[in-house]
């Protein structure tokens, strides 16, 4: 009788199979990557040759196209082409980016409205980036304008990705309130947050009333809000966060408050961001569980005039202060938050008034780093004006 002799396969030889498997998956999973990063770049081009022709419509019937001189994303929340082509039915909703975690369709007009860009990252697709004859080689622009065009606007890839990168944190579930004040008209004040604590715009103790004024030019983005010193004031749902708080806002004041100090925004007496108008300084402060209310006033230069972007954060251990993204002081805190109930911006209930320009106040339920800040900063403004930070790319 025969015997037939049966040979196993080595380990090495296991190894080698295991290998050309994990090798074979890798190059068929960045294949459907490759794939499915085209045919989202496909969809943006379209996209924004579609957008473009009702930006021609919109120019057809007004003579300009919308304006936005700021500029910003097609999907921030209440931002100008809402009101110039959502209401005005020239769309039923606007164009996003099909990565939109990630990525942002960007419109910018001159102050005018007579020029426009747009622009888009393109993942794979350079050569249309690059053949666009635009001034960022990583993004496809479409730039137009409604008179004799001389130059285009400006945007370089540096720019573009920063701002990009905002896209990212803007999605950030933290937020627990953001009012950007674009409604533009009525007593409403929308919080954009998934949280929806909406204000309501009051005067004194009247709400809703016409309260503040809505601002449509000077603002840093978009429309804003203005306070008259003495009574006006919104009220919104109080945002409770439970251990740790980031509140950052814009202002610009405009005169001397009655009570001596403008309110950026403050939950009871338990969180508070705000000016006194005497030292020009910024106020920040909260309570927690484990010490008393801790206040401190740090930096200047906030009766100037001019915009400033006055922020803090707390991370259950220090508490620090920002203006303009520049670090004015950090103490020594402790414990979990304790929030009040009454939460308003430009007052503290019922007194305290502010005297000016606010615009973009959001409320944070966790600590944001200093280069978050410093990338908010200049969400709206130039490096220049947020120069003494670096954002969280290194720059």
């Known amino acids: 009788m025969s ?4 040979r196993s396969f080595t380990l090495i030889e296991l190894l080698v199979v295991v290998a050309i498997i994990g090798l074979l998956s890798a190059i068929a999973l960045t294949s459907v990557s490759t794939a499915s990063a085209k ?8 996209d924004l040759n579609q957008f473009s022709k009702t930006l021609d419509l919109y120019l057809n019937t007004n003579g300009v196209y919308p304006i936005w001189a700021s500029g910003g994303c097609t999907s921030d929340p209440y931002n100008p082409l809402i009101t110039a082509l959502i209401n005005s039915t020239y ?14 369709y ?7 409205g007579i020029n426009y860009k747009l622009a888009v990252y393109l993942e794979r697709d350079t050569a249309s980036a690059s053949s666009d004859n635009g001034t960022a080689s990583s993004y496809y622009e479409i730039y137009k304008s409604a008179g004799a065009q001389t130059s285009q606007i400006s945007l370089t890839n540096t720019t573009l990705n920063q701002i990009m990168t905002n896209q990212q944190q803007y999605q950030d579930t933290s937020i627990v309130g953001d009012w950007h004040f674009n409604e533009g008209s009525g007593t409403d004040a929308n919080d954009s947050s998934a949280y929806a604590n909406n204000g309501q715009l009051c005067d004194a103790s009247t709400c809703p009333a016409a309260g503040p004024t809505w601002q449509t030019s000077n603002c840093i983005s978009g429309n804003c809000l203005s306070f008259n010193g003495t009574s006006n004031y919104v009220k919104v749902n109080p945002v409770n966060p439970p251990e740790y708080v980031s509140v950052i806002g814009w202002f610009k004041r405009l005169g001397v408050p009655a009570s001596g100090y403008h309110i950026i925004f403050m939950q009871g007496t338990q969180i508070e961001n705000s000016v006194p108008d005497s030292g020009g ?3 920040t402060g909260v309570t927690t569980n484990t010490m008393s209310r801790q206040v401190f006033n740090s930096g200047s230069g906030l009766t100037d005039g001019n915009w400033h972007f006055l922020s803090f954060t707390y991370n259950g251990s220090k508490l620090t202060a920002y203006i303009d993204a520049s670090q004015t002081t950090q103490q020594n805190v402790s414990g979990s938050l304790i929030t009040g109930s009454s939460t308003n911006i430009g007052t503290y209930s019922g ?33 220049a004006f947020c120069s003494n930070c670096t954002n969280c790319s290194g720059d």
């Open 3 to 6: 015997s037939r002799s049966r």
């Open 39 to 46: 045919a989202r770049d496909v969809r943006r081009i379209g």
């Open 91 to 104: 769309l039923s909703s606007l164009p996003t980016d099909p990565n939109s975690s990630k990525y942002c």
């Open 106 to 112: 960007y419109y910018i007009s001159d102050s005018t």
């Open 281 to 283: 300084q910024i106020r």
């Open 351 to 383: 007194g305290y008034y502010s005297n000016g320009l606010e615009d973009e106040v959001r409320v944070y339920k966790r600590a944001l780093q200093s280069c978050e800040v410093c990338a908010l900063c200049r969400r709206y403004q130039s490096k």
